[in-house]
């Protein structure tokens, strides 16, 4: 649909509805309503659903109303005012295509006789949920509500944030079919040009027919597109992504997607849950370390097993070991048969609680771990303490904020089993100096992933594995080299002392 | 010009081709170094918890092994009344050394021994006797073999000890060494020397080792339940004869002392708890003594180490050892009604309790290096300092001298606590406690 060859809007508006309709046809959603203004024929046309019908109703007859009032007084029509309405934002179109995309926005488009354009009036109410509580990263502290669809719902949640006027929103259309809205959140003066730049840069060069979700453009702009671990961060939180445009990131989001896209991100904020920032500055640090020694259970844990059962049973305390082997006797399978098949059925049941519904999905997953867990070490096929160790893991997963680092953990730990089954702890060793050198050599737009930790940067550390209170946190994190380096233009806030 | 981009071309490939087996050597080296051909599944090995030595005919051992048993519990066996983590009965074979026993093992042992669990080794008193550092040789130089097993010796057959042996509470008869370590390290009724300890001294110049004691009780043995009550009308200190009725029918307690590897004697519970406050490794520890007012009656302290034992040692013809071992005491029973919490009482306890004490060590380091003549505290060690060289050191005849030396031990008591009741108990008689003793004429100043 390129300008070229764009139709003006016809004089008659009959014929632009026929032209309209021909293009859409079948069209059991395009709705028309008919009126006089001045004595000749007006047309509105929208599209069923998408605009909300008493601001229509409320257009229509404001617009008949004035006419009609213009007659009384001028004996004459004013083709100026045609259409113009004080109770809604009123645009002129001349190209009938131009007419066809305000209405799939939502608009209805007003053609009247005699004119060579249309009124497009802004009705528009795309259909959609309300804003809702977060359902993939829940708080018990802290705001309650979440994204949803609708862009500009989401940028009215940040504004609402952010009331200055150096928070800009750039938006671009993706997508040759869909067009889908895409907007760059960034604040003006605070952000590295560069980083905003390069975002815009990636974003441009995208070239797919429809952007179904955040993730086709996560995909395209993602710095190692091979990598298992997230180099991006998507949240569901506006207060989330306020903090992170005023750490001087970047926030990317798509028109029908209820996430932002954050970048950069570094493996420790993958960590950091918005919780620690809710909460009491001194809770975070053992959450934290909890959370750290979490994700490295859930990746090692049944690897860890394996080699210390089938390699290194000298590492293991005795009357560990003794009973250990007690639970093993009679179980037909080596123990990284066990472990591998132990750790399928658990994905199984995982996958299978996330596709049900939410109600079922639940019962499913726990009912039929316990279930199938104490069957089968009833049965003799799987060791008790290897139902610990594979449930040990799948908990451990679960406590881990980013979903990206989630699903990286739970592919990891089978190449993890294969190594141990091969090489006993050497082999886990050698694939985790590997994952570690693989961390260390990624970036996410051009911050080290493991930043601030390597490369160190001692003024970061205050919100690593501890989270330093507020009136702490002066300066912005150096690794994003922001423009405007002091929160609240440098000033010191440290917390009034009480007393004389 | 073509001649040298040839050789431009050549020398990249030669480069390219030297890094590519570096790559290929550095992968399968690092790789080879383990593999699946190391595994080992549980079901496929059988965990030694206890070697017990014997002298044989002939300059052979008798090598007994007793291996864990692990029980499936989750099988529903509780109801076959066994004890899941049992070990087996133990197995012996005659041979002429560990290894060859452990070779012979694997006749009638269904699964591939392992020792990398094993956690004590109990040798017979014969063979003790006649040395064993060449039976200690395969552990030290087997890998699966650790430094950390407890090293005990056995009066009579060790063989009999780990068939008498019950445990009371421990359900695994692997945590009975660990658990017998930490018993002799919390109250210094056997010194809980490990192998390491044993080879240290064994290796270094003019030391000695010991190793902890333990031995079968025949009275309890033949009467398990302790129906005929209890033999014997005195309390006794010695491994095997502890007065007692029912429970394990094998007992630890006391030191079996070296001179080098061959067995000389023994020293038994409360000599004990003596010399390991001498060689500084007792924490805490509790004793009787007789009480000096009516040596019918006892007084009980806890001991507590202060500092380590001081040594001072003087190199002169006779050498002279002067310890002094700063104690820190709880009076925790006494039987008389003299009042030990006020001041001058509490001297004159420390002050007899220092003499008794002095003279029990001082009567424990002439057993020990004259009788004995052997060096276990070691006080050589404590003599190092005084060596400009280590080798001046080495040479240095401590053998010789060491037992004509003049010792003298300081035990340097104070008591500090008291319980949690000052006074001593009262007697509805009307009786008074006594007032201070220093008041009284002293020697048995005992008012009743």
């Not at chain 1, 060791?383 to 799948?394: L, Y």
């Not at chain 1, 997963?397 to 141990?420: D, K, Y």
Request: glycine share 6%; proline share 7%.
């Amino acid at each position: 649909m390129s300008r070229s060859e764009a139709t003006p809007v016809p004089a008659q508006a009959e014929r632009a509805v026929a032209h309209v309709e021909q293009w859409l046809m079948p069209c059991p959603d395009l709705k028309q309503q008919r009126f006089l203004l001045s004595g000749r024929h007006a047309i509105v046309l929208w599209l069923d659903g998408l605009v909300k019908e008493e601001r229509l109703q409320h257009a229509m007859a404001t617009v008949i109303a004035q006419d009609m009032s213009l007659h009384t007084r001028r004996r004459g029509p004013d083709p100026e005012h045609h259409g113009l309405t004080p109770a809604l934002s009123v645009r002129e179109v001349e190209k009938l295509e131009d007419a066809l995309e305000a209405m799939f926005d939502g608009q209805a488009v007003l053609f009247v006789d005699g004119e060579r354009r249309a009124y497009t009036w802004d009705v528009e109410e795309p259909p959609g949920r309300s804003i809702d509580r977060p359902e993939n990263e829940p708080t018990l502290q802290g705001p309650q509500e979440a994204f949803v669809e609708s862009l500009g719902l989401n940028l009215a949640m940040l504004r609402k944030r952010l009331k200055t006027r150096q928070f800009k929103v750039e938006t671009l259309e993706i997508g040759q079919r869909s067009r889908t809205r895409v907007a760059i959140l960034y604040m003006e003066g605070v952000v590295k040009p560069e980083l905003v730049e390069e975002a815009r840069e990636r974003l441009q060069r995208i070239q797919v027919d429809a952007v179904i979700d955040l993730n086709v453009i996560r995909e395209y702009v993602t710095d190692s597109p091979f990598s298992l671990f997230p180099t991006t961060e998507e949240t569901e939180r506006p207060e989330r992504v306020a903090s992170g445009i005023l750490q001087g990131r970047v926030g990317v989001m798509v028109d029908g997607a209820p996430m932002c896209m954050m970048v950069p991100v570094t493996f420790t904020m993958c960590l950091s849950s918005p919780e620690d920032y809710y909460m009491h500055y001194t809770l975070a640090l053992p959450l934290r370390l909890l959370r750290h020694l979490m994700f490295w259970s859930a990746v090692l844990l049944p690897s860890l097993y394996v080699s210390l059962l089938t390699y290194n049973q000298d590492l293991v305390p005795t009357p560990l070991l003794v009973s250990v082997a007690a639970q093993h006797t009679g179980i037909p399978f080596p123990t990284v048969v066990e472990a591998l098949g132990m750790m399928i059925a658990f994905e199984a049941l995982r996958e299978a609680g996330t596709r049900l519904p939410r109600a079922v999905g639940q019962s499913v997953s726990i009912v039929g771990t316990l279930i199938i867990g104490d069957a089968a070490v009833r049965a003799g096929l799987v060791s008790p303490g290897m139902v610990i160790v594979v449930s040990a893991t799948g908990v451990a997963s679960f406590t881990l904020p980013a979903l990206g680092l989630v699903q990286a953990a739970r592919l990891l730990q089978f190449p993890f089993v294969i190594a141990a089954s091969f090489f006993g702890l050497y082999g886990v060793l050698l694939l985790g100096i590997i994952l570690v050198g693989r961390l260390a050599s990624l970036r996410s737009f051009g911050v080290p992933y493991l930043s601030p930790v390597a490369p160190n940067i001692p003024e970061d550390m205050k919100d690593v594995v501890i989270r330093a209170p507020w009136w702490w946190m002066r300066r912005r994190p150096r690794q994003f080299e922001t423009l405007e380096s002091t929160r609240a233009g440098g000033r010191r806030l440290y917390p009034r002392r009480s007393g004389p | 010009m073509t001649m040298g981009r040839n050789h431009a071309a050549r020398g990249r490939f030669a480069r390219l081709r030297r890094c590519a087996a570096t790559i290929c050597a550095v992968v399968s080296l690092s790789l080879l170094t383990a593999g699946c051909f190391d595994r080992q599944e549980l079901e496929q090995q059988a965990f030694v918890t206890s070697i017990a030595i014997d002298k044989a005919p002939d300059g052979m051992v008798d090598c007994t092994f007793r291996i864990a048993l692990p029980v499936n519990t989750a099988g529903g066996s509780s109801s076959t009344g066994k004890d899941p983590q049992a070990g087996t009965t133990p197995v012996t074979y005659r041979a002429r050394s560990i290894t060859e026993a452990m070779a012979l093992a694997n006749t009638s042992v269904e699964r591939v021994l392992t020792f990398t669990h094993l956690t004590s080794v109990l040798i017979g008193e014969d063979l003790a006797r006649e040395g064993i550092s060449q039976q200690l040789q395969p552990l030290v130089r087997y890998r699966e073999f650790r430094r950390t097993v407890m090293l005990a010796i056995a009066k009579g057959k060790a063989r009999d000890f780990l068939l008498s042996d019950q445990p009371m509470l421990e359900r695994s008869p692997a945590r009975m060494a660990d658990a017998l370590v930490q018993v002799g390290d919390s109250s210094g009724l056997i010194p809980g020397d490990r192998l390491h300890d044993f080879l240290t001294a064994l290796e270094n110049p003019h030391e000695d080792p010991v190793a902890s004691l333990v031995a079968v009780n025949a009275a309890v043995q033949q009467d398990p339940q302790g129906k005929s009550g209890i033999q014997g009308d005195n309390v006794s200190y010695d491994a095997g004869s502890i007065r007692r009725a029912g429970g394990n029918p094998v007992e630890w307690a006391g030191t079996a002392v070296f001179q080098g590897d061959k067995l000389v004697g023994y020293l038994n519970a409360r000599e004990t708890i003596l010399l390991q406050l001498l060689r500084g490794r007792l924490r805490r520890t509790k004793l009787e003594f007789p009480d000096p007012q009516d040596p019918t009656k006892t007084v009980g302290l806890i001991l507590r180490r202060e500092r380590s034992p001081q040594y001072d040692i003087r190199l002169s013809d006779p050498l002279r050892v002067t310890v002094r071992v700063p104690l820190d005491v709880d009076l925790t029973s006494t039987e008389v009604k003299t009042d030990y919490t006020l001041p001058g009482n509490r001297e004159y306890l420390e002050r007899q309790l220092t003499h008794m004490m002095e003279q029990e060590m001082e009567a424990l380091l002439i057993k020990l290096e004259r009788q004995y003549r052997a060096d276990v505290v070691p006080i050589s060690r404590q003599g190092r300092p005084k060596f400009a060289t280590y080798q001046q050191f080495a040479a240095y005849r401590w053998e010789e001298k060491l037992p004509d030396a003049q010792y003298q031990v300081q035990p340097d008591l104070h008591i500090r606590r008291f319980g949690v009741q000052f006074g001593p108990v009262q007697n509805r008689a009307g009786n008074l406690p006594a007032g201070n003793i220093s008041a009284e004429s002293s020697g048995n100043a005992v008012q009743r």
